[in-house]
């Protein structure tokens, strides 16, 4: 994932925390806005110390960026996203990371649905 795929200052977090739309499951919540000048997704990410310690949370940081990036193809390019990992997120391994930010793409109708 490439720096101008990330959302790095606190402005940039607060626009879309403040505009964008939210939806969560119990690992996850996720703040989409969308951006019509913009070509490629960017993600910016939140793991509270709650979440578990340093070593814990860059886990979690490490495993949504992979997830998101087998799933760029399936996500809309035109949007910010703010993905807050939740503590339950600290249980999972790295298929049931990527299968929980599928869930909650789906539900905010931003992830292309593939049967198979």
């Known amino acids: 994932m490439n720096k101008r795929q990330r959302i790095k200052k606190n402005e940039d977090f607060q626009k879309v925390f403040k505009k964008g739309k939210s939806f969560a499951n119990r690992q996850f919540v996720v703040y989409c806005l969308k951006k019509e000048e913009q070509q490629a997704f960017r993600i910016g990410l939140s793991v509270s110390k709650k979440v578990g310690n340093a070593v814990t949370r860059v886990q979690v940081k490490r495993y949504i960026r992979q997830a998101f990036l087998e799933l ?12 807050i990992a939740r503590t339950q997120a600290a249980t999972l391994d790295f298929h049931e990371t990527k299968k929980s930010l599928q869930h909650v793409l789906k539900v905010a109708k931003v992830a292309r649905v593939y049967k198979g």
Request: a negative charge; proline letters at 0%.
């Open 72 to 83: 760029k193809d399936e996500v809309k390019q035109d949007m910010d996203y703010v993905i």
